[in-house]
């Protein structure tokens, strides 16, 4: 059976919703067809257990566009953020804790028992991130500027079709550049940050600010999450502002939750397509993008239905889309790009379902307390977390991972059955790519590295443990489809962001074939639940077919 729609998305990851809605609301006829039985992909919330519901993968939420909640009314459908007082909390090995709270001159407080010059460059730290987090923010829902059109341009000169086409890319780019450098004091300041940024580690960028281990140790982490890096890896301080980027609790670079957990948001966006007329069939997937003479005309279902559209954006990575085609149906330069993605997943994800809440030797007690309602960062040294890649680096899983531990059933207690609890913990680092053994046989030494790492700290977590769900890369990869289990589709290093994502010359979410764009966090601004990838492509898509300026 043949459909026809204006417009047919692949995946119903958030990006593929938000881009849906964009592209429903401006009135086209649109399919969203997911293979999973649940909308969301990575930003999901599933009843593992009888009473017991567990955000799968991500676990918090602070980098979502205001404007796109806003634009799409999704509180209406039933977007709820829950924030916290709490938005780190840090023990470390000899008893003593550092809490970060959300307000900040509780913070100060609490750093100066490690060191008062530590608890004044915090002020700082938070002044520069609230300043940086914001310039970044004006570029994430626009398409970066393409730079091949800039080197280019002096080819141009003799063809003057070309070069008032290319001037137009200078003029964006210079635009682009003028809205980042905005929020600056000076120019001077603007090339300061972003060569930091590009080049620096999160531990030269947190040396500058702070001395005591303790505090670096606190803010390591965003520097490392879901990436192959480690804390002294050049390029590491731009995955640090890429977590501090954030805005949308209302609060800058803070962390929170969402009622229902993160398929709360893709819920709320799958509401809102529906009720804009867009179709969003679940539980079917795409097994091939149509493709003829360089276009796009639609896709086959695994059902047998082929649904028939002149538009096609992919939520899937990259590579998986071009598997869809045909890779022989691809530019090859193209495909080749493509391969060389950095894609090497790191991550564990393990959720569970609890008795009781874990009793943190640091600030003991079951009860509700400051160390269950932020992030538990288990991770006490910079030297921890290097020494947690170093395993990584030689193909071995960390011996001792890094944790990030979220107690979601504190947040909405309707995700646990009264007295009960869920916990998530996103674990690195473990490598897709084993030197040896493989995944299927290592999930349980695995899954017992983070049980160990997390009781050193609450020695009543492994009894408290009534239910667990363990996703190794590979089973983020077979399940979610994350290629290499990656949870950003591609690593969000420098070298493949802006204009360099996903490939060189195809940062406009166009691809060679005509009508087919990609929508998913391999695309700019990149990963994390920010839903400006399936913005900006809705909106190319809706300037390619002159329907907005
Ligand atoms: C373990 C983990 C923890 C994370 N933690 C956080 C966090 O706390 N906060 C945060 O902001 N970000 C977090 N992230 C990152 C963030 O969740 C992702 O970057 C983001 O959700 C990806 O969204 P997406 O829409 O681009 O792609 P995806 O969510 O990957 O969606 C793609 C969708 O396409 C579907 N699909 C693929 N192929 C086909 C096909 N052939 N036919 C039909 N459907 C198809 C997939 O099933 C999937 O639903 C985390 C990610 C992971 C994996």
Redesign the pocket.
């Known amino acids: 059976m043949e459909v026809k729609y204006d417009a047919v998305v ?7 919703l938000v881009a849906a809605c964009y592209l429903a609301k401006a009135g086209l006829k649109v399919a969203v ?4 039985s649940v909308p ?4 999901v919330t599933e009843e593992l257990w009888p009473g017991y519901k567990v955000s799968r ?7 979502f566009s205001p404007k796109i909640v806003e634009d799409l009314k999704l509180k209406e459908s039933g977007l709820e953020v829950v924030e916290s007082d709490v938005e780190l909390f840090v023990p470390f090995e000899d008893g003593r804790y550092l809490t970060i709270w959300s307000d900040p001159r509780k913070t100060v407080k609490e750093i100066s028992n490690f060191s008062v010059k530590d608890a004044e460059a915090y002020l700082k730290f938070e002044a520069y991130w609230r300043k940086v987090g914001s310039a970044l923010n004006d570029l994430m829902l626009s398409p970066p500027p393409d730079l091949t059109q800039l080197v280019t341009l002096s080819d141009a000169i003799s063809d003057p079709i070309r070069a008032v086409k290319q001037l137009g890319s200078l003029l964006d780019m210079s635009k682009a550049v003028r809205a980042f450098a905005s929020h600056f004091d000076n120019p001077r300041e603007a090339v300061e940050v972003t060569r930091t940024l590009m080049f620096a580690s999160v531990h030269d960028f947190l040396s500058e600010y702070f001395e005591t281990e303790e505090v670096k140790a606190a803010f390591v982490p965003r520097g490392l999450i ?1 990436t192959m890096v480690g804390p002294r890896t050049p390029g590491s301080a731009y995955v640090l502002a890429h977590h501090m980027m954030g805005e949308s609790t209302g609060r800058a670079s803070s962390w929170g939750y969402l009622k229902g957990g993160m398929g709360g948001l893709s819920w709320a966006l799958t509401k809102r397509a529906r009720s804009l007329g867009a179709q969003v069939y679940l539980g079917v ?2 097994e091939e993008i149509l493709v003829s003479d360089g276009k796009v005309r639609g896709v086959r279902l695994g059902d047998g239905r082929t649904f028939e559209a002149s538009v096609v954006l992919s ?2 990575s990259p590579k ?1 889309t071009i598997k ?1 085609i045909g890779r022989d149906k691809v530019d090859q330069d193209y495909v080749r790009a493509v391969d060389r993605l950095k894609d090497q997943g790191c ?1 564990l ?1 393990f959720n569970a379902a609890i008795s009781e809440l874990p009793d943190y030797k640091a600030l003991p007690g079951k009860g509700v307390g400051p160390q269950h309602r932020g992030i538990t960062s288990i991770g006490p040294s910079e030297d921890y977390a290097e020494r947690a890649f170093d395993d990584a680096k030689y193909g071995r899983f960390s011996r001792e991972p890094v944790l990030r531990v979220v107690h979601h059933s504190v947040h909405d207690p309707t995700m646990a059955p009264p007295g009960k609890h869920t916990i998530s913990i ?1 674990a690195l680092y473990f490598p897709y790519d084993l030197k040896e053994g493989d995944w299927d046989s290592l999930r349980d030494q695995a899954a017992d590295a983070v049980i160990d790492a997390l009781s050193n700290f609450a020695p009543n977590f492994r009894g408290s443990l009534l239910q667990r769900d363990v996703l190794t890369p590979l089973d ?1 990869e077979r399940e ?3 290629p290499k289990g990656n ?3 591609a690593e969000i290093t420098p070298d493949q962001m802006f204009s360099f994502r996903p490939v060189i010359g195809w940062s406009s979410y166009r691809t060679p074939i005509n009508g087919l764009y990609l929508c ?2 391999a695309t700019h601004p990149g ?3 920010t839903g400006a ?2 913005h900006n492509a809705a909106f190319t898509v809706l300037r390619d077919l002159g329907l907005t300026r």
Do not use: Q
């Not at 067809?33 to 999973?36: D, K, L, P, W």
């Not at 993968?57 to 980098?63: F, G």
């Open positions: 692949i995946g119903a990851g958030h990006n593929g067809v997911e293979r999973r969301g992909g990575a930003a993968l991500s676990y918090s939420y602070s980098l879901g997937e795409v939520n899937a998986h869809l991550v994800k996103f983020l979610f489809m994350l949870i950003f589709h998913g966090s990963g994390g639940v990838p399936g």
